[in-house]
């Protein structure tokens, strides 16, 4: 979140409006309707403080994961919980460091460099931009503290062979813990395939973080949780999550979505089609793009990336950008179809 924050694109443009806001892969699709229908009576419930809600909500999670209450711990998004995890993990082991794939989203890594740990970033795969997960898993030595692992990964929206993942994911546990965040799995084709929390079920030494900001809509309301062992979760809460930080407001809405069907497959249809639309729009103005199983894509750009976020911005579209593998590339975020529209006609221009 704090990287989202941090990007430019957040700049007003110097003239006219922002016509659509593609830039921090937010879902405009939420907060669904039965969570909208309940705020306004958590509010008027503000002045009591929260706490059964907060155990009836990680109760609800824990029985559709398929895990022990003790195995689920919330908080405002899970950003905080990949800070938490950082701290834990950092302090744990002095001088210690993270394993990442590179690029990938960088806040727990962030985090834990702020207090002395060391990062080891491993690039992508050449042409797939996928996790290397056979060179990740050579760098791990005595002095790891943490693997980090992003799937789908934010900025490239790769997917990683669920197969593979949880061949690694059973391997590396037995000797380091592994941190798999999955903030946007609801967007592949099949979350509980893509997911690793069966690798939790087996007892081993892996997190899942999930967050409600993506397919739900809520990145505003702030609400997170990371999925491991009892233990773990115990000694990350120490440092964040926890009951404490979540609003009455955002857990029931919270409570009201969490299983609502009806609104999931809304909300991913809606981005689905808006990213066929992307799809069309970057092949008809001769683009390629990596193929997502996310709320955004990421393609490569034939200018400078700052030149080009301005004079998208121009256009009243803001987008992100990056630089790796020699080349700069832009993030584009799934809005509504008339967000989308603008995007496609401000690319026409910028083009
Ligand atoms: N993880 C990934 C991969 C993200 O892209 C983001 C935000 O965009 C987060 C975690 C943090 O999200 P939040 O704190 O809103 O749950």
């Not at 491991?228 to 990350?236: E, F, K, S, Y």
């Not at 609502?260 to 990213?275: H, N, P, Q, T, V």
């Amino acid at each position: 979140w704090l990287d989202e924050a941090a990007a430019p694109a957040f700049v007003p443009p110097k003239t006219g409006a922002l016509k659509a806001r593609l830039s921090a892969n937010e879902n405009p699709y939420g907060p669904s309707p039965k969570a909208l229908k309940v705020i306004n009576e958590a509010a008027q419930e503000g002045y009591l403080y929260p706490f059964q809600y907060a155990s009836q909500l990680r109760k609800m999670i824990a029985e559709q994961e398929g895990v022990s209450e003790e195995q689920i711990l919330l908080a405002p998004g899970s950003g905080s919980l990949l800070i938490a995890a950082a701290m834990h993990y950092t302090y744990a082991k002095p001088g210690g460091s993270i394993i990442s794939a590179d690029p990938t989203y960088e806040q727990l890594m962030r985090a834990a460099v702020q207090h002395g740990a060391k990062w080891e970033k491993v690039p992508l795969t050449a042409g797939g931009y996928d996790h290397n997960l056979a060179e990740m898993e050579k760098r791990i030595s005595d002095n790891t503290s943490l693997v980090y692992v992003n799937n789908p990964n934010n900025p490239t929206g790769v997917t990683i062979d669920p197969v593979a993942l949880r061949a690694f994911v059973d391997r590396v546990s037995a000797k380091k813990p592994v941190f798999v965040d999955e903030a946007y799995i609801h967007y592949t084709s099949d979350p509980a395939k893509f997911s690793v929390i069966e690798n939790i079920k087996k007892g081993q030494n892996v997190l899942v973080a999930r967050t409600f900001s993506k397919i739900y809509g809520m990145a505003g309301l702030r609400l997170g949780y990371l999925v491991g062992q009892p233990d773990t979760l115990m000694a990350i809460s120490k440092w964040g999550g926890g009951p404490g930080g979540l609003t009455m407001t955002t857990i029931r809405a919270g409570l009201a979505c969490y299983k609502d069907e009806e609104f999931i497959k809304y909300s991913l249809s809606k981005g689905l089609e808006a990213r066929e639309y992307l799809y069309e729009t970057l092949k008809n103005n001769g683009y390629t793009y990596l193929p997502s199983g996310t709320n955004f894509v990421l393609f490569p750009i034939r200018m400078k990336g700052d030149d080009f976020i301005g004079k998208m911005m121009e256009q009243g579209v803001s987008v992100r950008q990056w630089k790796f593998d020699g080349q700069y590339w832009c993030r584009v975020s799934l809005g509504t179809m008339p967000q989308m529209q603008a995007f496609a006609d401000a690319l026409k221009v910028v083009s």
